[in-house]
Nanobody, 116 residues
Framework: QGQLVESGGGLVQPGGSLRLSCASS????????MAWYRQAPGGQREFVAS???????LYADFAQDRFTISRDNAENTVHLQMNSLKPEDTAVYSC??????????WGHGTQVTVSS
């Protein structure tokens, strides 16, 4: 399997923005789906956004108008631009790769804290 490393998390005020990155050790063009999930303290992991090798994109409802997922194929990196952040966005954000014919794998996550 490949390896994923997330970065870009941190502390931000409500209404602020963060840009998360997920760097893959293998070509993301060889991975069917790259996706972001998040898990709030005491909560369940939930889907945030995904992008396929063909460029198809899906968003969770809460992310539809505020978050943007994008890919840099040359850098084997997927980004998640998060705007208008709310306290309820506080969570560990994790990246997952879902290749065809192989098991999915995950990064270790990056902490996002939205607080005044």
């Amino acid at each position: 399997q490949g390896q994923l490393v997330e970065s870009g998390g941190g502390l931000v005020q409500p209404g602020g923005s963060l840009r998360l990155s997920c760097a893959s050790s293998e070509s993301i063009m060889d991975i069917y789906v790259m996706a972001w999930y998040r898990q709030a303290p005491g909560g369940q992991r939930e889907f945030v956004a995904s992008t396929t090798d063909g460029g198809r994109i899906l968003y969770a409802d809460f992310a539809q108008d505020r978050f943007t997922i994008s890919r840099d194929n040359a850098e084997n990196t997927v980004h998640l631009q998060m705007n208008s952040l709310k306290p309820e966005d506080t969570a560990v954000y994790s990246c997952t790769a879902r290749p065809l014919g192989r098991a999915a794998y995950w990064g270790h996550g990056t902490q996002v804290t939205v607080s005044s």
